[in-house]
């Protein structure tokens, strides 16, 4: 059974960082994507990034609204994926939820392309 187990959420001031992980298991790691995902109250779950493998390149993925302040990274060896939040805005305030399982040819961004969840880590950023 596949488990996503994400980390290292909490408040922050504007301008600060934070470090996501997301611990996986009983999945096939090292050959798969994986992503992370925010969803804030009242609004839909929305694709943050993204990171694929592929013959051995990894591929990354960012919405436009985090490029040149979030990066995603994997340590294979330890099986986890990391999101380092940094230069955070008040608006990038929400529950980030880990993803893994994108069938080739899901568009990353798009929920419905995964197929296994975490339950979430909430970022809160204060103004």
């Known amino acids: 059974q596949v488990q996503l187990v994400e980390s290292g959420g909490g408040s922050v001031q504007a301008g600060g960082s934070l470090r996501l992980s997301c611990a996986a298991s009983g999945y096939t790691y090292s050959s798969n994507s994986m992503g992370w995902f925010r969803q804030a109250p009242g609004k839909e779950r929305e694709g943050v990034a993204g990171?694929?493998?592929?013959?051995?390149?990894?591929?990354?993925y960012y919405a436009d609204s985090v490029k040149g302040r979030f990066t995603i990274s994997r340590d294979n060896a330890k099986i986890t994926v990391y999101l380092q939040m940094s230069s955070l805005k008040p608006e990038d305030t929400a529950m980030y939820y880990c993803?893994?399982?994108?069938?080739?040819?899901?568009?990353?961004?798009?929920?419905?392309?995964?197929?296994?969840w975490g339950q979430g880590t909430q970022v809160t950023v204060s103004s």
């Open positions: 990171i694929d493998t592929l013959i051995g390149s990894t591929y990354d």
């Open positions: 993803a893994a399982d994108r069938p080739f040819g899901g568009n990353w961004y798009l929920p419905a392309s995964w197929n296994y």
